[in-house]
């Protein structure tokens, strides 16, 4: 981990989208937050569970077209000066069904709202970067991994942060978070293998973490090329 970065005055927010503490997602999350303290940034951990977040729309967060000015619920107002007060956003958290879980994507849904991330012809969200970090249960060489990444790079970069004014948005996808690998077969059959143990699953977990790790690392560097 390269940790050569000096503004201190920068600040990530980190999104947790998981609804159990002991998960692969919150410990990927918590060495997330590690490193960049480590690298020198002020952190707000949003852990969207913990914190009771809703992701249900709801007659107060949904946008009205003709007020761009509307006042959200006191919440989602504060979620929403949480984005504005970060230089970077991580999100960290599952991939289910090949895109976020309802937890995240209800966040994006009431939070990243009509007059605050878009309809606007000066984005506020402008020149903020983003990345989305999310585990997958499928294997590395599974021929569903690649098919994640575009779709993921269409709903959530294209479709979310560019729209929202973006500097920049990438996704990470960390495959093999399963302590059972998973792939399909040419059926269609989802054929789970052994349980990894001992060893081989310290390795699993190291490499998911190395990955990460790295993917964070080429991350803020393009923060250092943009700050
Ligand atoms: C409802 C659901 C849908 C899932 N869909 C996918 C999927 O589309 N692709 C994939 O690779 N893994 C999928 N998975 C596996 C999860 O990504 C995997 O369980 C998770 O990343 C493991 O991390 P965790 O222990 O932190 O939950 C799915 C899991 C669930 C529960």
Redesign the pocket.
Known sequence: MTSDLTDRSRTALVVLA?H?AD?????IARRTVRQLEASGYAIDLLDLHTEGFDPRMTLADQPDWNDREKTYSPEVEDHMRRILAADIVIAVF??????P?ALLKGWIDRVWNYGFAYGRSKPRLAGKRMLWL?????AED?A??PL?HTALEGQLSAGVAYYCGFTDSRIGI??D??ERP?RLDAQGQLLIGDAVTGAEREAQYSALEARASTIVDDFLAGDRVSA
Do not use: K
């Not at 998960?23 to 410990?27: C, F, G, K, R, V």
């Not at 599952?94 to 895109?99: G, L, Q």
């Not at 999310?134 to 499928?138: H, K, P």
């Open positions: 998981h159990r998960s692969l997602t919150a410990h599952p991939i289910y069904w090949v895109a879980p999310g585990l997958a249960g499928a599974d569903i991994t994640m960390l495959p978070a399963e998973q």
